[in-house]
């Protein structure tokens, strides 16, 4: 049985950082590239970033570029997300995703395996 579960979250004020991270069992992880999404209310859920399965590649929506990291660590089955400089657009539940092949990593339906979310609140 698969698992996705993402931990981290919480408040934080303007400028300041958090990391998320991802723990994932039940399949083999290092053959499949991680994204990380976010959704607020109303709207749709969007890629924010993903990693490739042995993690050389990366990719980052412009809004996040230069403030986020995303990385992972393959013997622990685990992806993260450094997420600093943070603003209170960053708000949002942020949920970690699975898939050998997405074809378009900004598009939650490339994705097949997620998390339940982590809830992020930036404080103005």
């Known amino acids: 049985q698969v698992q996705v579960v993402e931990s981290g979250g919480g408040l934080v004020e303007a400028g300041g950082s958090l990391n998320l991270s991802c723990t994932v069992s039940?399949?083999?992880?290092?053959?499949?590239?991680m994204g990380w999404f976010r959704q607020t209310p109303g709207k749709e859920r969007e890629g924010v970033s993903c990693?490739?399965?042995?993690?050389?590649?990366?990719y980052y929506i412009k809004s996040v570029k230069e403030r986020f990291i995303i990385s992972r660590d393959n013997a622990k089955q685990k992806v993260y997300l450094k997420m600093n400089d943070l603003k209170p657009e960053d708000t949002a539940i942020y949920y970690c995703?699975?898939?050998?092949?997405?074809?378009?990593?900004?598009?939650?339906?490339?994705?097949?395996?997620w998390g339940q979310g982590t809830q992020v609140v930036v404080s103005s």
């Open positions: 995703a699975a898939e050998r092949y997405p074809t378009y990593f900004r598009r939650p339906h490339s994705w097949s395996t």
């Open positions: 039940g399949l083999a992880f290092e053959r499949y590239a």
């Open positions: 990693i490739s399965g042995d993690g050389t590649r990366t």
